[in-house]
């Protein structure tokens, strides 16, 4: 799944896809799967074009919308295990008796829990409105490497230019085609400009099997054991508890 969602407008995050305009495509949000538009799609023994063919994938191959965000691990999403229990039964169209039934709670905690959750959307939305118009035509916020959407730790590592980045690639690869690292570096901001590189040989929604991630790793660096361990650690890649199978987060 290609979805740094930061990087998207709301309605794209809402809708699950969104459209390249350089490409002129649309690339589903969940997994990347992509409808150029001037060519027709077939789902289901009907034809569609490209925009309601990715509709239709979003829908039919990854269900609600609602449903993948709000079970994100999304650092941004910001809403505790009760909140998203609390929005699932509203989005369900519940009342607020039959919420406070279900949630052991009185329905008047119910209403103030979705008056908090209204005004959090309007605080939101202000400080989106001031923090664009803020930024409208200073082009510094944009030099600044994007922070995957899975980040675990987020704090001064991430604050690396794209300039910086474009030098850190420059001296730590031998090679980018095929990708070769010369050494992995001590330094923290260094490490996650290489990890983005490296996940960038992985395909998204695709599961790997252990052997085969430590071949792809082995050829890219020889302590491929560090890096698996950094991706995993940096929230770049996830595995199941026996270790057998890994995928891009």
């Keep these: 799944m290609k979805n740094d969602w930061t990087d998207l407008e709301i309605e794209e995050i809402k809708n699950g896809y969104r459209f390249d305009k350089e490409n002129n495509k649309y690339c589903c949000n969940h997994c990347g799967k992509e409808f150029f538009t001037g060519e027709i799609y077939q789902i289901e023994n009907r034809f569609f074009d490209s925009k309601m063919g990715v509709t239709l994938h979003v829908t039919k191959e990854h269900g609600s919308v609602y449903d993948m965000l709000a079970v994100s691990e999304n650092k941004y999403l910001g809403l505790t295990q009760n909140q ?24 008047s905690t119910v209403r103030h829990q979705k008056f908090m959750f209204r005004e959090k959307a309007k605080q939101a939305k202000m400080y989106l409105a001031v923090y664009e118009l803020a930024l409208k035509g200073n082009p510094l916020h944009e030099n600044l490497i994007n922070i995957h959407s899975t ?17 850190i690639i420059k001296t730590a690869f031998a090679s980018l085609a095929p990708l070769k690292l010369i050494e992995f570096p001590a330094k923290e901001k260094k490490k996650i400009v290489i990890l983005q590189k490296i996940v960038e040989q992985f395909d998204h929604g695709r599961n790997y099997e252990e052997k085969e991630l430590n071949q792809i790793l082995k050829g890219i660096y020889h302590d491929y054991p560090t890096i698996r361990r950094y991706l995993i650690e940096y929230g770049f890649m996830d595995r199941t508890k026996d270790c057998k199978e890994y995928w891009l987060l």
């Excluded at 229990?85 to 519940?94: E, F, K, P, R, T």
């Excluded at 980040?151 to 030098?167: G, S």
């Design 84 to 107: 998203k229990n609390l929005l699932g039964l509203i989005n369900a169209g519940l009342t607020d008796n039959e919420i406070a039934k279900e949630l052991d709670l009185s329905p």
């Design 151 to 167: 980040a675990t730790m987020v704090d001064d590592r991430y604050i690396t230019t794209t300039e910086e980045k474009d030098k």
